[in-house]
């Protein structure tokens, strides 16, 4: 069955860096675009980054643009977030997505997502 | 940016009766657009996709209509594990992809 779980998520203080993973499995993930997308607590929910099949064609939400890069590794079935210059506004549950349609097509509903992984940006 | 807006915010329910959610685009989105439920502490679920398509393992009481601006989310018989809340995502114009703020469906 498709699994998607992410790691990496932690107390970090304002400015500082942080990795998020997603370790994905069930389903031939080089197949698939991917996405984040976050929660901050009580909130709904705000899409932050997308990366087709092969890493070549990348997206980022405006409020993330020039801090976090999205990468994926294929041969790990992989899918990473580097976040920097952190502030409390990215305190969040962040979540990987997988895109329907096993990437047939441009612009697609989340059919799986994971369980998330909480970043808090604090001092 | 096209914005998402659901109403109601809250939506009170009986068990066993219907409820209609909301979800209207800022601009047409034709049928590219997903409704999602997310339950406590839950990661959201996938319900419909294209408007009107339920996704795998979705029970029959749950269907979506509308196109263009106008869409809607009904649950025909409220069952106790329906109670959450309900999000519509629009994926005909992007990035980014943009969320409604959510309709949370609550026990009358």
């Known amino acids: 069955q498709v699994q998607l779980v992410e790691s990496g998520g932690d107390l970090v203080k304002p400015g500082g860096s942080l990795r998020l993973s997603c370790a994905a499995s069930?389903?031939?993930?080089?197949?698939?675009?991917m996405n984040w997308i976050r929660q901050a607590p009580g909130k709904g929910l705000e899409w932050v980054s997308y990366i087709n099949r092969g890493g070549s064609s990348i997206y980022y939400a405006d409020s993330v643009k020039g801090r976090f890069t999205i990468s994926r590794d294929n041969a790990k079935n992989s899918l990473y977030l580097q976040m920097s210059s952190l502030t409390a506004d990215d305190t969040a549950v962040y979540y990987c997505?997988?895109?329907?349609?096993?990437?047939?097509?441009?612009?697609?509903?989340?059919?799986?997502w994971g369980r998330g992984t909480l970043v808090t940006v604090s001092s | 940016e096209i914005v998402m807006t659901q109403s109601p915010a809250t939506l009170s329910v009986s068990p066993g009766e219907r409820a209609t959610l909301s979800c209207r685009a800022s601009?047409?989105?034709?049928?590219?657009l997903a409704w999602y439920q997310q339950k406590p502490g839950q990661a959201p679920r996938l319900l419909i996709y294209?408007?009107?398509t339920r996704a795998p393992a979705i029970p029959a009481r749950f269907s979506g209509s509308g196109s263009g601006t106008e869409f809607t989310l009904t649950i025909s018989s409220l069952q106790s594990e329906d109670f959450a809340v309900y999000y519509c995502q629009q994926y005909n114009n992007w990035p980014p992809y943009t969320f409604g703020q959510g309709t949370k469906l609550e026990i009358k």
């Open positions: 294209f408007a009107s």
């Open positions: 601009q047409s989105v034709s049928s590219n």
């Open positions: 069930g389903f031939t993930f080089s197949n698939y675009y």
């Open positions: 997505a997988r895109e329907s349609h096993g990437g047939t097509r441009l612009g697609n509903d989340l059919d799986f």
